[in-house]
């Protein structure tokens, strides 16, 4: 099981910048994909970014490629989403997930494990 912590969310202007983290404890982390998910008042979780085990193959929805990049570093049992050129349109609680495979996936119900969520707020 993974226990996952997530930070770095906050206010921003629209063409900022944020950096989240995911801090994870438990054994598993380094063996399996890790994903970011956001959720917008009034509209259903969905999926941001995702990466495999070991950091070698990463996978993003249409609206953030090109400005949002997913990392980890197993050593530090942490994955980062570094969001560049912010819109108010991201605006979104967003959560960190463990998967239940070591392969990237943008789909929700393969994933067993969730943070708390951070709050992310693009002003225009």
């Known amino acids: 099981q993974v226990q996952l912590a997530e930070s770095g969310g906050g206010l921003v202007q629209a063409g900022g910048s944020l950096s989240l983290s995911c801090a994870a404890s438990?054994?598993?982390?380094?063996?399996?994909?890790m994903g970011w998910f956001r959720q917008a008042p009034g509209k259903e979780r969905e999926f941001v970014a995702a990466?495999?085990?070991?950091?070698?193959?990463?996978y993003y929805t249409d609206s953030v490629k090109g400005r949002f990049t997913i990392s980890r570093d197993n050593a530090k049992n942490t994955v980062y989403l570094q969001m560049n050129s912010l819109k108010p349109a991201d605006t979104a609680v967003y959560y960190c997930?463990?998967?239940?495979?070591?392969?990237?996936?943008?789909?929700?119900?393969?994933?067993?494990?969730w943070g708390q969520g951070t709050q992310v707020t693009v002003s225009s």
């Open positions: 997930a463990a998967a239940s495979t070591a392969s990237a996936t943008p789909n929700l119900g393969n994933y067993s494990c």
């Open positions: 438990g054994r598993t982390f380094s063996s399996v994909a």
């Open positions: 990466i495999n085990w070991r950091g070698a193959y990463t």
